[in-house]
Structure formats: C-alpha cells, structure tokens
C-alpha cells in the first residue's frame, strides 16, 4: 500500500511558479510510474504529466509543454511537478498519482488528496 500527500499549492500572479511535491510512504517509488493531473472545478480530470521509473522518460499535455517539469527523486521517495509562468487556465486541484509495472488496473493504483492551485491575474 502507497499512500501520497500532495503539498506546495496555493495562491500565485499569472506568469509566476510553483514547485509541487508529492511525498509517499509505506513503499518504494521505485517500482511505479507516477503522474500529476489536475481538475478544475466544472471540468474533467486531466492528465498533466508523467514520468518513468527512474525518470529517463517524461511526457507532458500540450498545454504545460514547456511550462512545466516534472521530476522525481526516488531515494526521497518524491516527486515534483515545476510549475513556471502559470496562467490563470492553470487553476485546479493537483493530484499525484502512481501507477505500479505489476499492477493489472487500467488506471492508477494509488492517488493523493490533491494541492489546490490558483493562479490569480
């Protein structure tokens, strides 16, 4: 069992940056992919941002491409999400997730309770 707390969201001008943290306990990182989406209030959930076991492989939605950097550090069993020239389309909950290479779910097996983010003009 993984459990993960999100932590670093809060209130920031459009155009300034934030540093997301998601710290897991009970087991090692090393063996999950990991992920951050987000929700706005209204809307569906939406993927953000993913990164491989050891962190050689990343993908980004399109609308955070060069805007944010996703990044983890598995002997702190963490990982982060850079968040550079916010915009106020960047508002939402941010949820870590995390994905294990021996689980057989569709989807993500373990998820945190999320960070809100508003990015204010």
């Known amino acids: 069992q993984v459990q993960l707390v999100e932590s670093g969201g809060g209130l920031v001008q459009a155009g300034g940056s934030l540093r997301l943290s998601c710290v897991a306990s009970?087991?090692?990182?090393?063996?999950?992919?990991m992920a951050w989406l987000r929700q706005a209030p209204g809307k569906e959930r939406e993927f953000v941002a993913r990164?491989?076991?050891?962190?050689?492989?990343?993908s980004y939605a399109d609308s955070v491409k060069g805007r944010f950097t996703i990044s983890r550090d598995n002997a702190k069993n963490t990982v982060y999400l850079q968040m550079n020239s916010l915009k106020q389309e960047d508002t939402a909950r941010y949820y870590c997730?995390?994905?294990?290479?021996?689980?057989?779910?569709?989807?993500?097996?373990?998820w945190g309770q999320g960070t809100q983010v508003t990015v204010s003009s």
């Open positions: 009970g087991e090692s990182l090393r063996t999950y992919t």
């Open positions: 997730a995390a994905d294990s290479i021996f689980g057989t779910t569709s989807g993500y097996d373990y």
């Open positions: 990164i491989s076991l050891s962190g050689g492989r990343t």
